[in-house]
């Protein structure tokens, strides 16, 4: 009987052995798996933040990229507007000096037109003096012909006449 208890002791060992090789395979696989669900769940959750962090990088970028091309293009606006004021009074002065210049290219031309209307007047003046200065001398020469011819004595001959009815006093 000691060979069966000892074939049933080993069985019954082998058995409990095999049970326990069992119930430890179970617990580690269990346990295996408990660590694989929860690295599994780990990783989901690491795997849903880096999620959230790159789409919350990636809003904040937009965010910063929007308000990056608003802040530029109000710059470009201000610019714009001031290139435009500048330009605006840079195109207000120059009509300010055309507007001056053309006054004063009226003013020389209405000068012009002045001296050249007294010149006129000047040169029908001189025209009507020497026309009287003409028509005097011939007056002249005509009254001094009549008074010879009355007198009967030539210019030189009554200048003559004249020195001696009146002496000279020295």
Known sequence: MTAIVIVADAVAVVLAALAAIWFV????????EKTQLDAEQEARRV???A????EQRLRDAG???????LTARSEFERESHEYRQELLESERR????????????????????????RK?????????????????AAASAEQRAQLER???LTSDQAKAELMRTFPTTR
């Not at 395979?25 to 295996?32: I, S």
């Not at 999620?51 to 790159?54: C, I, T």
């Not at 965010?63 to 091309?69: D, G, K, M, P």
């Not at 006129?120 to 005097?136: F, H, P, T, W």
């Open 47 to 49: 795997l849903a933040a």
């Open 120 to 136: 006129r007047q000047i040169e029908e003046r001189e025209s009507v003096v020497a026309m009287q200065e003409d028509a005097l």
């Open 150 to 152: 009355i007198a009967g």
């Open 51 to 54: 999620q959230q962090e790159a």
């Open 63 to 69: 965010v910063e990229a929007r308000e990056r091309l």
């Open 25 to 32: 395979g179970r617990r580690a696989r269990a346990r295996l």
């Open 94 to 117: 120059q009509d300010q000096r055309e507007g001056a210049l053309d006054e004063r290219a009226r003013s020389l031309d209405a000068q012009e037109k002045e001296l050249d209307n």
